[in-house]
C-alpha cells in the first residue's frame, strides 16, 4: 500500500513541476518574442504595467506590497504589471465573500449563546478593554469565562491531549489542518477517527491542498469517505499561473462536541512530535480550550466548511449546552479569533501588535519566520526604546534557507533599538506564542511573515489574566536557556551578506 502511495505521490509531483516548467519557459519564449519584435506588444504590456503601478500605489495596503510591486514593474516594465495581475487575483473573492458574509450574518448571534460577556468583563477589566473592544465588537469573536485552559509546550504534549479528548467523543470530530502525514501521529488519530466515524459520529476533516500535495494522494477525501469520515481538499491546487493557489488554509483546529478546542503550530506529521528528525529537535507551542471557548472554534471550523463545500446547515443543533449548563469553572478570560486573507482587516496582526503596543514590562515572543513590514518593526523598536523588554526567539536551524537569510536581515535594526533576539539552538522552533506582562498572552498559527499575517487563513486564541499565561512565561524562559543570544555583530561585519540581505527584503512579501 505504501509503496502503491509514494509512487502515486512521485507520478504526481513530477508532473506539476513538468506542466509548471512547461507554462513558465512558453510565457518567457512568447514574451521575449514579442518584446523583440512588435512595439505594439511593448507598448501594450508597459502600459498595463504602468496601469498597475499606479493602481498599487494608490491601494490602501502595506507600504512593503506596493515597494516589491513597483520595484519588480521597474525591473521588467514589459511584463511586470501582468505577473502581478497574474499573482494577485489568486482567489475568486466575490464568490468567496458572498459566501462568509452570508455565513457571518447567521452566526454572528450564534457566537453568544453562552452569554454576552462584554459589558460586565469589559467593566471590571478596563486595562483590556482596546483588545476586547476590537476583537468582540469589530472583528465579531467575543469574550468567554467558563473555560479552562492547558498550555501544550510540545508536539508529544499535543499529540497526547488530542487523542484522550478524541477518545471521549459523542457526537462530532472537526479536524483543520495544513499538513497531514502518513506516519505514527495521523495513523493513531486516523484510527480512532474511522472507529468514531463507525460509531456513527459526524467526523469531518478540511486539509489545505497545497500543504499536502506531495503527502496525501489526489483522491485521499474519497479514501476517507468510504470509512464515514467527510472530507475536504481545500482550495485545489491547480497546476495552472491562472488559478487561486495564494490564499492557503493555515489553521490548526481540533474541536470535540463543542466542548473541547485545540489550536497551535502542531500539524498532524511525524516531525511534530519528534518521532522524526527534520532539522533537530522541533520546538512547537499549542492550546487546549475546554468549555465555552471552544465553542467559539466549533464555529470557526464550520465557516471553512460552508466555504469549502457551499453546503448550509442548521450551526445551533452543534450547541453542546442547550439542555445543561457548562460546569466548566471560571479561568481569566479567553477570545479565540480566525483571520481571513478575504476581507482588509488583519486580525492576526492587530492581536499582535496590541499586545505590543500595550505591554508595560515585557512581550516575549516565538517564531520560526520575522519577515515583518515597517509597522510591526516600528512596533518592536517603540517598545524596546520606551524600556519594555522585548525578546524573540527564532529557529538556529533552518526550514527554508532564504526565509531564514531574510529572517535574519531584520536583527541589525531591531537589535540596535534594544529588542533582544535569540536563536534556539536545539533545532526548529515552530511555536507562535506572544506573553506579555504576566496578564496577557495568545497562541495560535500565525507566523511573523507576509503570508501568515496577509495571505493564508489564521487562527489563534486571546487570553487574560488566564492560568496558563505562567505556563507560557515559563516555557519561554526554558526556551531561552538553550537558545543563543544574538550580538549586533553577528550581522554588520559581513557587507555582501549584508547587501543580499537587504536584496532579500524588497521581496519579502513574497516569500
Not at 483588545?131 to 497526547?160: C, D, I, W
Not at 499549542?286 to 464555529?299: D, K, R, Y
Request: aromatic share 14%; charged share 20%.
Amino acid at each position: 500500500m505504501y509503496k502503491k502511495w509514494f509512487g502515486f505521490l512521485l507520478r504526481r509531483r513530477i508532473v506539476v513541476a513538468f506542466l509548471l516548467l512547461i507554462q513558465i519557459a512558453v510565457m518567457v519564449v512568447l514574451l521575449l518574442y514579442r518584446s523583440e519584435n512588435s512595439w505594439i506588444f511593448n507598448g501594450l504590456m508597459t502600459a498595463i504595467s504602468v496601469i498597475v503601478a499606479v493602481r498599487i500605489i494608490a491601494n490602501r495596503t502595506k507600504g512593503a506590497y506596493k515597494l516589491t510591486w513597483v520595484f519588480q514593474i521597474l525591473l521588467f516594465p514589459i511584463f511586470g504589471g501582468l505577473f502581478y495581475l497574474l499573482f494577485q487575483f489568486q482567489m475568486s473573492k466575490m464568490k468567496y465573500n458572498k459566501r462568509i458574509n452570508h455565513y457571518k450574518y447567521i452566526s454572528e448571534p450564534l457566537y453568544l449563546l453562552p452569554g454576552n460577556l462584554y459589558l460586565s468583563e469589559t467593566h471590571l477589566q478596563r486595562k483590556y478593554l482596546p483588545q476586547m473592544n476590537y476583537l468582540q465588537k469589530f472583528a465579531g469573536f467575543p469574550v468567554y469565562t467558563h473555560t479552562r485552559t492547558q498550555y501544550l509546550s510540545s508536539g508529544e504534549e499535543k499529540f497526547k491531549a488530542m487523542l484522550l479528548e478524541l477518545e471521549k467523543a459523542e457526537h462530532y470530530i472537526f479536524l483543520e489542518y495544513f499538513i497531514i502525514e502518513s506516519g505514527i501521529m495521523w495513523d493513531s488519530i486516523l484510527k480512532i477517527l474511522k472507529a468514531k466515524a463507525a460509531q456513527g459520529i459526524d467526523v469531518r476533516l478540511i486539509y489545505d491542498d497545497v500543504g499536502c500535495l506531495f503527502l496525501l494522494p489526489k483522491d485521499y477525501p474519497t479514501q476517507l469517505e468510504a470509512y464515514g469520515i467527510k472530507c475536504i481538499a481545500f482550495n485545489r491546487f491547480n497546476p495552472l499561473f491562472s488559478a487561486k493557489q495564494n490564499n492557503r488554509d493555515h489553521r490548526k483546529i481540533c474541536v470535540v462536541d463543542g466542548k473541547v478546542a485545540i489550536t497551535g503550530g502542531v500539524n498532524l506529521a511525524d516531525e511534530y512530535i519528534n518521532h522524526i528528525e527534520k532539522y533537530g529537535h522541533w520546538k512547537d507551542a499549542a492550546i487546549l480550550l475546554e468549555g465555552h471557548g471552544a465553542w467559539s472554534f466549533t464555529l470557526i471550523f464550520l465557516e471553512m466548511w460552508y466555504l469549502a463545500s457551499n453546503t448550509e446547515e442548521n450551526y445551533t443543533a452543534f450547541y453542546p449546552w442547550k439542555a445543561e449548563k457548562c460546569q466548566v469553572q471560571n479561568d481569566g478570560l479567553v477570545q479565540p479569533y480566525s483571520d481571513s486573507p478575504l476581507d482588509d482587516e488583519n486580525v492576526g496582526e492587530h492581536v499582535y501588535l496590541q499586545i505590543i503596543n500595550n505591554a508595560k514590562d515585557y512581550v516575549y515572543i516565538n517564531t520560526p519566520y520575522l519577515i515583518i513590514d515597517d509597522s510591526m518593526v516600528s512596533a518592536l523598536c517603540l517598545a524596546a526604546k520606551s524600556g519594555v523588554d522585548v525578546r524573540i526567539v527564532t529557529p538556529n536551524k533552518y526550514d527554508k534557507r532564504i526565509v531564514h537569510v531574510t529572517t535574519r536581515s531584520y536583527y541589525r535594526e531591531l537589535i540596535k533599538a534594544g529588542v533582544k533576539i535569540y536563536e534556539y539552538t536545539n533545532g526548529f522552533n515552530h511555536g507562535k506564542t506572544f506573553v506579555s506582562d504576566h496578564c496577557v498572552a495568545t497562541v495560535g498559527t500565525t507566523n511573523l511573515d507576509f503570508r501568515s499575517l496577509y495571505l493564508h487563513f489564521e487562527c489563534g486564541v486571546l487570553l487574560f489574566d488566564n492560568s496558563a499565561i505562567h505556563d507560557i512565561y515559563e516555557d519561554f524562559i526554558k526556551t531561552l536557556e538553550i537558545s543563543r543570544l544574538v550580538k549586533e555583530d553577528d550581522y554588520t561585519g559581513n557587507i555582501l551578506l549584508n547587501l543580499a540581505q537587504d536584496f532579500l527584503r524588497v521581496f519579502a512579501p513574497l516569500m
